[in-house]
C-alpha cells in the first residue's frame, strides 16, 4: 500500500515482483485464521521457529498467545502474518506521542479538545486546517511506560525483565529496508542511542523512550546511534529535507513540552503542548519529507488524564481514558468516528509498511474495527468529489522499453477491462476513492498483478509496469564496479545507465575491515529509487575479509546509484547488476578462509534451467594474483583497493546458464592469505 497526497500525482514503476519481506514471525496466525479479515493467501516467505529464534539471539521461543488488553509478551509474543508485501515505495510516516491529557472537559481535566489554552490545534490543525480528529480514540491503560511498549510492540511488558528480546516495529521495518530514525527531545548533542535516567538538557524522560527497552534495537549499537537520537529542530530539520530522509519517524517532545509538565514561561500543560506543535510542526509540513513523501502525521497522546477511566467499548483489562488523537496529511480532514487506541495505530502503521502485525495489534482478540488505516486518507479531502483516475504505460523489459500497445489491463476499480492504446498507455477515469488490484497481460508475456493501489480524491495515479516476455531467459545488462580508496561505512556506486522498470538489481561486496579487525557485516543496501533490498548470502568472519550478496527483485526505472552501508569502517568494492527476465533468488552459498584456494562453497540445486549465477571473491593483498576462476564464469577485471591497512583485492564473475545444477565461485590464489567468496543464483 502506498497513500498519495491531494497536491501531487502518485508514481509508483514497478516490474516482474514486488517486495520481499523478511518475516519474523515464529507463532503464526494467517489472516482469516484466527484474525478477523478474510483468508487471503500468504504472500511472504514461509517462516520457522529457528528463524525468529535465531533473529532474537534466543535458542527456542515458548509460551502463550499475546491476548487483547495489556499483555505480558516475552517470551510468549505472537506475530500475526499480514499477507500483503510491503508496497513498492514506503510510505512517510511521523507518530508525535503527548502525554497524560483528556479529550474533552466531559472526560476530565486537563483537556485538549475545546480549550482555550490550546488554539494551534483547536483554531489550525481541526480548525482552519480541518485535518483529521479521532472523536472515540483511547489509551490502553494509566502506565506511561506501557503505553509506550504498547505503541511500538503491541503489548507492556509489565513484569518482564528489561531488555525486552521481542521485535518491535523497527526491527520489521528494518526487515524490509524501510529507514526510521526517532527523535528524543530534552536530550543533548551527542547523546544517541542513550539508555540513562539524566539527560543534557530539561525534560528529557527515559520512560517516554520506547526504544532503549529493547535488545534488538540496542543491541545494534551503530544502527541505534544513528536511529535513536536527540531531538534538535535544525538536525530534524535537515533529516527531514536530505535526500534520503527516513521512512518512519517517532518524535517523544520533552516532558515540559508534551502536556507532562508544568515548566517555565509559560506553566500551562495544555498552553505548552499547543505551543511546542505549533513552534514545531509547521517545520515537518514544510518539508521534502511530507510534501514529496505522501506525509503523514499521527499526534496522540499516551494516556487520559488519570480522572479519566474511561474503557474502550470492546473492554480491556485497564483503561487509559479516552485521549486526542490527530492524522495530518494531504489527503486527510474532518473527523473520523471509528474507534480505536494504540493497537489500532501500530496496526494501521504496519499494514503501511506491509510488515506482520506484532501482538495485540493483530492477535485473536484483535478487533477490525481498532484501525487508524481509514483515517489516513477520506475520500472527501482534495477535492473531485471522491473520484480520481488510475492511469500509465504497458511496456516489455527488452531492451529500449519498447511500449505494448494492445495489452489487457483489469482493475477491480472497474467492471470493465482497459485495453493499451498504440503507444502502451491505458486510464481508468471517474474511479471511487479506495484501494484497488491491478493485473496487466499481453500475448507472449508474463503476467504482473498490483496491490494496494491507491485512489484519491481529484488525482491522479500513475502505474506504469515493464512485462518480460514468457519464457525468456534471465540475462545481465549492466556491470559496473566500483572499489573505495578511503575507509568509511558507506558507499555509493553509480550505474552505467539508468535502469528499466522490473529488471532484478543485484549486488556484490568484498569489504576490508583492516588488519587486526572482524569484517562487520553489510546492514543495508538502498537506491535513488527506493527499491526494496535483501540479503541473499554473506560471511562475515572475525578475521577482516567479508562478502555478501543483495538483491531487489522487480526494481523501479531510472535507478542510477546505489549505496551500501557497512557496520563498521571498511574499505569496500561494490559490484552492481542489472538482469532482465529474473524476479528471484534461487540458490546462494558463501564461505571464508586463509589459504590459496578460494571458493564459495556449492549451491543447492537449482530449480529453473535458465538463471543467472554471480560469484565474488574478496581477499587481503593487492600484490596476489589470482587464475583458475570456475569454468563458465565471465571473469570481471580483477579489482585493487589500497588503502592505508586495507589492500584488499577483489575477484568478481557471471554467468548464464541453460541448465538446472548446482554452482560454486573459485579461484587460485598465488600465496595464501585471507579470503571470502560468495555466490548467488537467480531464476
Known amino acids: 500500500m ?38 487471503t493467501p500468504s504472500a511472504h516467505p514461509a517462516t520457522t521457529a529457528s528463524t525468529l529464534a535465531a533473529m532474537n539471539g534466543t535458542s527456542s521461543i515458548s509460551g502463550a498467545s499475546a491476548t487483547t488488553g495489556p499483555a505480558t509478551c516475552p517470551p510468549g509474543y505472537l506475530v500475526t502474518h499480514d499477507p500483503n508485501p510491503p508496497p513498492a515505495t514506503p510510505p512517510h510516516i511521523m507518530e508525535i506521542m503527548m502525554e497524560n491529557t483528556a479529550y474533552s472537559a466531559t472526560d476530565a481535566t486537563p483537556y485538549v479538545i475545546g480549550n482555550p489554552k490550546a488554539p494551534y490545534i483547536n483554531n489550525t490543525l481541526i480548525g482552519a486546517d480541518k485535518y483529521t480528529s479521532l472523536t472515540n480514540w483511547y489509551s490502553i491503560q494509566h502506565d506511561s511506560p506501557h503505553d509506550y511498549m504498547d505503541a511500538i510492540s503491541g503489548c507492556d511488558h509489565s513484569g518482564v525483565n528489561r531488555p525486552y528480546p521481542d521485535p518491535t516495529l523497527v526491527n520489521e521495518l528494518d526487515g524490509v529496508g524501510t529507514t526510521w530514525k526517532a527523535y528524543m527531545d530534552g536530550l543533548a548533542s551527542g547523546q544517541t542511542c542513550y539508555t540513562g535516567h539524566g539527560a543534557g538538557t530539561n525534560g528529557y524522560e527515559q520512560d517516554h523512550n520506547p526504544f532503549i527497552y529493547f535488545e534488538q534495537i540496542i543491541g545494534k549499537t551503530t544502527e541505534c546511534n544513528a536511529n535513536v537520537v536527540p531531538y534538535i529542530q535544525s538536525s530534524f530539520s535537515a533529516d527531514l529535507n536530505s535526500s534520503s530522509p527516513p521512512d518512519f519517524v517517532w518524535i517523544t ?11 517555565a514561561p509559560l506553566n500551562n500543560l495544555v498552553a505548552q503542548g499547543d505551543t511546542w506543535l505549533a513552534n514545531n510542526l509547521p517545520t515537518v509540513l514544510s518539508s521534502k519529507w511530507y510534501t514529496q513523501g505522501n506525509g503523514i502525521v499521527i499526534i496522540t497522546w499516551d494516556e487520559s488524564a488519570i480522572a479519566d477511566v474511561a474503557c474502550p467499548p470492546w473492554g480491556g483489562t485497564s483503561c487509559g481514558g479516552h485521549i486526542v488523537t490527530l492524522v495530518i496529511s494531504q489527503n ?8 480505536g487506541d494504540e493497537f489500532g495505530i501500530l496496526h494501521g502503521i504496519e499494514t503501511a509498511y506491509g510488515v506482520d502485525y506484532l501482538n495485540n495489534s493483530g492477535g485473536p482478540g484483535w478487533t477490525s474495527t481498532d484501525d487508524i488505516t481509514p483515517a489516513f486518507a477520506d475520500g472527501s479531502c482534495g477535492g473531485g468529489g471522491g473520484k480520481g483516475t488510475i492511469q500509465g504505460q504497458v511496456t516489455s523489459t527488452q531492451a529500449g522499453n519498447p511500449p505494448l500497445p494492445g495489452a489487457t489491463v483489469t482493475c477491480t476499480c472497474s467492471g470493465t477491462n482497459a485495453t493499451t492504446d498504440g503507444i502502451g498507455d491505458y486510464a481508468f477515469d471517474n474511479v471511487a476513492v479506495g484501494s484497488y488490484s491491478m493485473t496487466f497481460s499481453d500475448t507472449g508475456y508474463g503476467t504482473q498483478t498490483l496491490n494496494g493501489v491507491l485512489v484519491t480524491s481529484g488525482n491522479t495515479t500513475t502505474e506504469n509496469v515493464a512485462l518480460a516476455p514468457s519464457g525468456a531467459p534471465p540475462a545481465v545488462v549492466q556491470d559496473v564496479a566500483m572499489g573505495a580508496q578511503a575507509v568509511g561505512t558507506s558507499f555509493t556506486l553509480s550505474t552505467t545507465g539508468a535502469t528499466s522498470a522490473g529488471d532484478l ?24 529509487m527506493n527499491d526494496v533490498w535483501t540479503q541473499a548470502t554473506s560471511v562475515n568472519p572475525t578475521t577482516r575479509i567479508g ?30 547488476y542489472e538482469i532482465s527476465g529474473a524476479s528471484a533468488l534461487d540458490q546462494a552459498k558463501s564461505a571464508s578462509g586463509t589459504t590459496t584456494a578460494p571458493n564459495s562453497g556449492t549451491t543447492g540445486a537449482t530449480t529453473s534451467a535458465n538463471e543467472v549465477v554471480i560469484g565474488d571473491i574478496g581477499f587481503v593483498t593487492t600484490t596476489a594474483s589470482i587464475s583458475g576462476i570456475t569454468s563458465g564464469f565471465a571473469a570481471d ?22 541448465s538446472t545444477g548446482a554452482f560454486s565461485f573459485s579461484g587460485t590464489l598465488s600465496n595464501s592469505q585471507v579470503w571470502a567468496a560468495v555466490v548467488a543464483t537467480f531464476k
Not at 517532545?253 to 515548566?263: E, I, N, Q, Y
Not at 486527510?332 to 474507534?339: E, N
Open 505 to 528: 538489481l543485484a549486488v556484490s561486496t568484498e569489504f576490508d575491515a583492516g588488519s587486526g579487525h572482524a569484517s562487520g557485516t553489510v546492514t543495508g543496501v538502498t537506491d535513488n
Open 547 to 576: 562478502a555478501a550478496v543483495w538483491y531487489a527483485p522487480g526494481a523501479a526505472a531510472g535507478v542510477t546509484s546505489v549505496t551500501v552501508t557497512y557496520s563498521t569502517s571498511v574499505n569496500p568494492v561494490v559490484r552492481f
Open 332 to 339: 486527510s480532514c474532518g473527523s473520523f468516528a471509528g474507534f
Open 253 to 263: 517532545p520533552s516532558a515540559c513540552d508534551d502536556m507532562h509538565s508544568r515548566c
Open 2 to 39: 502506498s497513500f498519495g497526497t491531494g497536491r501531487r500525482v502518485i508514481r509508483r514503476s514497478i516490474g516482474l515482483a514486488g517486495g520481499v519481506f523478511v518475516a519474523l514471525s515464529a507463532l503464526t496466525t494467517q489472516a482469516g485464521a484466527a484474525n478477523t479479515g478474510a483468508a
Open 637 to 658: 577485471a580483477l579489482l585493487r583497493n589500497s588503502a592505508s591497512n586495507h589492500q584488499n583485492s577483489e575477484q568478481g564473475g557471471h554467468e548464464a546458464v541453460s
